[in-house]
T-cell receptor
Framework: DQQVKQNSPSLSVQEGRISILNCDYT??????FLWYKKYPAEGPTFLIS?????DKNEDGRFTVFLNKSAKHLSLHIVPSQPGDSAVYFC???????????????FGTGTRLQVTL | DTAVSQTPKYLVTQMGNDKSIKCEQN?????MYWYKQDSKKFLKIMFS???????INETVPNRFSPKSPDKAHLNLHINSLELGDSAVYFC??????????????FGPGTRLTVT
């Protein structure tokens, strides 16, 4: 039962254009949604997050949009750069009962290739 | 200055053996985690410890036993290794504060291959 889904395994975008990565979820109880970037042979790196009560969060070239009614979020990268080429994971966070741990549920990732 | 480190980076071993993976974080976080990324690249949480106390324990075989000697270390011991244990194991840490996303910071991963 995959609660977080990224239906596009890969995406290719030209340098300078916008990259849009999509994510869908099924559980309405998630508190936050996060995006992670992962290079080969490295661990995932936190990129940006959004609270479940917001609909947009922006940080430099990265903007995350949340549509709660559709249970959908997207990450926009503009302008895309070759260094953005990586696997992007969408994750949903639920703070546990103790309030001391966040349980992240990950999607399967989208491989972004930014071409020259 | 590595924030979350894991050793070893690669581990090749035979079925039936017992092995350990070590994790250390220097971020001052109270909570640490172990994740498994399987062959389908699905990243799934296994355990979480807060100040040496087990907080999250997903459906993981008893052969996997986490050990936290202090809040900066969370080691993973695996008994009687099986072929299906082959995966990349990631350690992570976080500081969960009210009003924050509880983002986690990951180590570089340990690729375990069981032959």
């Amino acid at each position: 039962d995959q609660q977080v889904k990224q239906n596009s395994p890969s995406l290719s975008v030209q340098e300078g254009r916008i990259s849009i990565l999509n994510c869908d979820y099924t559980n309405s109880m998630f508190d936050y949604f996060l995006w992670y970037k992962k290079y080969p042979a490295e661990g995932p790196t936190f990129l940006i997050s959004i609270s479940s009560i917001k609909d947009k969060n922006e940080d430099g070239r990265f903007t995350v949009f949340l549509n709660k009614s559709a249970k959908h979020l997207s990450l926009h990268i503009v302008p895309s750069q070759p260094g953005d080429s990586a696997v992007y994971f969408c994750a949903a966070s639920a703070i546990g009962n103790t309030g001391t741990a966040s349980k992240l549920t990950f999607g399967t990732g989208t491989r972004l290739q930014v071409t020259l | 200055d590595t924030a979350v480190s894991q050793t070893p980076k690669y581990l090749v071993t035979q079925m039936g053996n017992d092995k350990s993976i070590k994790c250390e974080q220097n971020l001052g976080h109270d909570t640490m985690y172990w994740y498994k990324q399987d062959s389908k690249k699905f990243l799934k949480i296994m355990f979480s410890y807060n100040n040496k106390e087990l907080i999250i324990n997903e459906t993981v075989p008893n052969r996997f036993s986490p050990k936290s000697p202090d809040k900066a270390h969370l080691n993973l011991h695996i008994n009687s290794l099986e072929l299906g244990d082959s995966a990349v194991y990631f350690c992570a840490s976080s500081q969960v504060l009210t009003g924050t996303s509880g983002e986690q910071y990951f180590g570089p991963g340990t690729r375990l291959t069981v032959t």
